[in-house]
């Protein structure tokens, strides 16, 4: 009897945290891309957006983001040159066919602004990559807005090409409710 009005008196103060740290659900999301090719700017997207998201801007250390894309959904609006980018040379889309995102740790900067510390994966290499994002809630909704870059060449996409720039911009924006 002791043992159940113990558990009856402690549960409100374990409850708020756990409540704080159900996963968010998504409604919407765009992960596009931008890169120079022969020094032209070259855009595209990803479709097939997945995440389980629990953040919680009052308890970072709790919080937790993974999210992936799915790469044979590749779209740079022309199919020509989709189908060279999922060949293996680049994507490598039947072997890998997902891009995953994975948080290690968040920082919040000042406002609605953050870092997050990500581990990156494309095709089976995966690497940490630092992403400022804002991150803003309004009712029961919230949105995570985020742009950082990656060196192609360290996930072994495109190989040594002299025409296709290193550095690609990533853009992510995700509208979840809790």
Known sequence: MKQILAILFLAPFFWQPC???????ITSSAVTFRIK???IGTEGKFGG???KISFDQNNLDKSSIEASVDART????NSMRDKHLKKEEY???EKYPEITLKSVSFDHQKNENYTGLFNVTIKGKTKRIKVPFTYTESGNSSSFKGNFTIGRSD?????KSMVLANDALVSVVVETTK
């Not at 996930?155 to 190989?159: L, R």
């Open 49 to 51: 957006f997945k995440a």
């Open 155 to 159: 996930f072994g996409i495109g190989g």
């Open 19 to 25: 409540a704080a740290q159900t996963p968010q659900k």
């Open 74 to 77: 590749l779209d740079s609006d």
């Open 91 to 93: 994507f490598d889309v």
């Open 37 to 39: 090719n022969l020094g």
